[in-house]
């Protein structure tokens, strides 16, 4: 039994064997679903980004005549009206509670009028107390129109905050998602040693806050048992999670290594393959990167890019291992998808890991074929 792991060696330029590709319009499916995600992507982006700009705008706009000619005085209330709405979700309940205030004031040219306005209480911060907790005939602080002092409302500064904070976040992450249109445009190496680095730094920055957050908590919650259980939800939800960010990230970086654009050129970068045997290479995805497949016709001999997961408590993919065709375990399973589909995956076991591939991805099935009719060498 004659096994190989190259984690650090093995990559030069050589002669390339012949190679039968499956699928054979490998490269035309990828072009096809690249750039189907790409006009997703921009799609998308446009859409946040003319929704933020034209949101913010909106509210802008309306804030805008109280910017400029806002006078603030004092008011008395008349009447009001408090409606609060109850909310439940997992046994936990929550409130929010609108204040409808109608109240009366006089210009500062003595013209007299009244006018009417809502305190969302959960997020608004009015000037006035009375805004939170209103009382009949008590004072508010409102602002009028210079040019129509009968245009008033209660002085919120915070009114439109969250308008703004999410028209931001829109546009924002219409930017994020044009940056990630743009790095798309890389080849295969430098589009995922980016995203590779971006998200191991992305989730050490996370790991960083998480555990100083969860320090400072315990010391603050020493004797409270919410500050335990946010610690035990910290450790339990939150640190795997980011462990997980910090997993996909290096996983990333280090497929770079062997994803070139053509998947033929893995022939050039792998030494141990023999110059004059015949080749068949399954290329396809595998959790967003280049993977492949080798079967050397003559000597059996599997060579697995990419897609072969060690055993162990951490799942680790190892960028390339080798291995006997007769040293293989061949399993399958069928799974049921949540729209009533059956899809059948294929489980290729060693004695160091496993490879899962799905019989629908083009050319696997003609690729299974030939492994499991390979004789021992």
């Known amino acids: 039994m004659n096994e190989h792991s190259y984690e650090n060696n ?3 330029r050589a002669d390339t064997a012949r190679v039968t590709l499956l699928p054979e319009n490998y ?3 990828q072009s096809s679903q690249r750039k189907k995600f790409g006009n997703l992507i921009l799609g998308y982006a446009s859409l946040l980004l003319i929704g933020g700009i034209v949101s913010y705008s909106f509210w802008y ?8 000619e806002g ?5 008395v209330i008349d009447w009001f009206n408090v409606q609060t709405k109850v909310t439940r979700s997992k046994g936990r309940s929550s409130s929010w509670t609108t204040n409808t205030i109608n109240y009366h004031y006089s210009s500062d040219l003595g013209e007299k009028a009244s006018g009417s306005d809502s305190v969302k209480t959960w997020r608004h911060i009015p000037k006035s107390n009375s805004g939170i907790a209103p009382k009949n005939n008590e004072e508010i602080l409102i602002e009028y129109l210079k040019s129509d002092p009968k245009t008033s409302r209660l002085l919120i500064p915070n009114r439109y905050q969250q308008e703004y904070i999410w028209s931001a976040i829109a546009i924002a992450a219409a930017i994020l998602l044009l940056f990630f249109r743009w790095i798309q445009t890389f080849e295969n190496r430098v589009r995922y040693q980016v ?3 971006g998200l191991l730094i992305t989730g050490s920055a996370l790991l960083t806050w998480a555990i100083y957050f969860a320090f400072v908590q315990r010391q603050e919650n020493h004797n409270s048992d919410d500050g335990i259980a946010l610690i035990l939800l910290y450790f339990l ?3 795997p999670s980011i462990l997980t960010l910090l997993w996909i990230g290096w996983f990333f970086f280090s497929s770079t290594r062997l994803s070139p654009n053509d998947p033929r050129q893995l022939l050039g970068l792998l030494t141990e393959i023999n110059k004059k045997d015949s080749v068949t290479m399954l ?3 595998y959790y967003g990167t280049r993977a492949a497949i080798l079967l050397e016709e003559d000597s059996k001999r599997v060579y697995f890019v990419n897609c072969h997961v060690k055993k162990g408590f951490l799942p680790w993919v190892i960028p390339l291992y080798s291995c ?7 399993k399958e399973k069928e799974h049921k998808t949540k729209y009533g589909k059956t899809i059948t995956q294929s489980i290729i076991t060693t004695q160091t890991g496993s490879t899962s591939i799905y019989h629908h991805i083009p050319g696997v099935l003609e690729f299974l074929h030939k492994l499991n009719r390979s004789p021992s060498p």
Do not use: Q
Not at 71 to 75: F, K, L, R
Not at 324 to 330: E, K, Q, R, T
């Open 10 to 12: 093995g990559i030069r």
């Open 27 to 29: 490269e035309e499916i």
């Open 61 to 68: 706009l309306k804030d805008m005549p109280y910017r400029d």
């Open 71 to 75: 006078i603030t005085t004092t008011a």
């Open 195 to 197: 995203f590779g680095m």
């Open 237 to 239: 939800f939150l640190i």
């Open 283 to 285: 290329a396809y995805r």
């Open 324 to 330: 006997s065709a007769n040293d293989l375990i061949h």
